[in-house]
């Protein structure tokens, strides 16, 4: 049974900060992995997905690494921006289903 | 293009009742999926519909059970209400092959029993 770990699961820094979330996974036969966002009381936002054989993917000011063989996937916010709180919550979908398993999420707070 | 829709946005019930939650798919999207999210936990998957049959279901007991309409709007219902099933409700959909990385997620529905 395929398990998603996300750590820590709250996190508060200054504004301008570069941070690194963490995420996971028990089982390494993923399709893929992606990594969304929630503000609260909204649904999810995709912002990055990485297939599982690429390495990494790059959206403005974050980045997303995926090593498959140690089960691993982190994701980096450059500059942080109060803008950025919010949940974030790693899902990796498993070869031949079609559904997303999720990580418990990320609270991130960004301090003025 | 309008996004995932979902209602009601909130719903009280007590234990033992009824509760059917209601969901529009994005245009061009015929497939959808529902998943469970307690608070503090990330959403769990219950099921998934694809041109109006069930493609898939999670470790959910049966009284939770979904519909698909002919316009791809879809319908959970979830009967003999338990104080656990209170969560926020997420729909999400996907374009025509069901590819789960293209979902579009809508903003729940929040359902407390009491």
Redesign the interface.
Same mark, same amino acid.
Request: charged share 10%.
């Given at each position: 049974k395929q398990e998603?770990t !996300?750590i820590p699961a709250a996190l508060s820094v200054p504004e301008g900060e570069n941070l690194v979330l963490n995420c996971s996974f028990t089982d390494s036969a993923i399709?893929?992995l !992606?990594w969304f966002r929630q503000d609260p009381?909204?649904? $999810?936002?995709?912002l990055l997905?990485i297939q599982s054989s690429q390495r990494e993917q790059t959206s403005g000011r974050l980045n997303a690494s995926l090593d498959k063989s140690s089960g691993r996937s982190t994701l980096y916010i450059a500059a942080s921006q109060p803008g950025d709180s919010a949940t974030y $919550?790693c899902?990796v979908?498993i070869q031949g289903? !079609?559904? $997303?398993?999720?990580? !418990?999420?990320t609270r991130l707070t960004i301090n003025p | 293009e309008t996004g995932?829709t979902q209602s009601p946005t909130h719903l009280i019930k007590t234990r033992g009742q009824q509760v059917t939650l209601r969901c529009s798919s994005q245009s061009g999207h015929n497939t959808v999926?529902w998943?469970q999210q307690a608070l503090?936990?990330?959403?769990?998957?219950i099921f998934?519909y694809y041109r109006e049959e069930e493609? +898939?279901r +999670?470790n959910f007991p049966p009284r939770f059970s979904g519909l698909q309409f002919p316009n791809y709007s879809s319908e959970l219902n979830v009967n003999a209400l338990e104080l656990d099933d209170s969560a926020l409700y997420?729909c999400?959909s996907s374009p025509s092959g069901?590819r789960?990385?293209t979902?579009y997620? +809508?903003?729940?529905t929040?359902l407390l029993v009491l």
């Open positions: 998603v !996300q399709y893929n !992606q009381g909204k649904g $999810l936002t995709s997905l $919550l899902a979908i289903a !079609q559904k $997303l398993v999720f990580g !418990q999420g | 995932v999926s998943y503090g936990q990330g959403p769990q998957f998934q493609n +898939g +999670g997420l999400a069901g789960v990385e979902q997620f +809508g903003p729940g929040r």
